[in-house]
Nanobody, 126 residues
Framework: VQLQAYGGGLVQTGGSLRLACAAS????????RAWFRQAPGKEREFVGS????????YYEDSVKGRFTISTDNAKNTVYLQMNNLKPEDTAVYYC????????????????????WGQGTLVTVSS
């Protein structure tokens, strides 16, 4: 399984960006997806996750109401719509997928995700 995240860039405070995470290779059909982020000098943290059906989503408290995760199963792609961005959202954003044996996992623990994208940088200027 290969995951590729893209869509990052530079945006002003209050602006919006949409990140995408495309899966290729031996795709994990029906697996959930998650987004994490890592700011300079900080640990990688959970942003949110989505069940592959798209019916259930979960978010870290600081992004609730501003970020939305959605799926396009036909394209094997997951999106992270980020609105009302703040400087503290500046980070490298990673998408992740759990292993086949636990493909429904949507929690916040990094160790439970087996596949990671390369990350895309989001910079929010003040």
């Amino acid at each position: 399984v290969q995951l590729q995240a893209y869509g990052g860039g530079l945006v002003q405070t209050g602006g919006s960006l949409r990140l995408a995470c495309a899966a290729s290779g031996r795709t994990v059909s029906g697996a959930s997806r998650a987004w994490f982020r890592q700011a300079p000098g900080k640990e990688r943290e959970f942003v949110g996750s989505v069940a592959w059906s798209g019916a259930s989503t979960y978010y870290e408290d600081s992004v609730k109401g501003r970020f939305t995760i959605s799926t396009d199963n036909a394209k094997n792609t997951v999106y992270l719509q980020m609105n009302n961005l703040k400087p503290e959202d500046t980070a490298v954003y990673y998408c992740a997928a759990p292993p086949r044996v636990n493909s429904y996992y949507t929690g916040a623990l990094k160790a439970h995700y087996a596949y990671w994208g390369q990350g895309t940088l989001v910079t929010v200027s003040s």
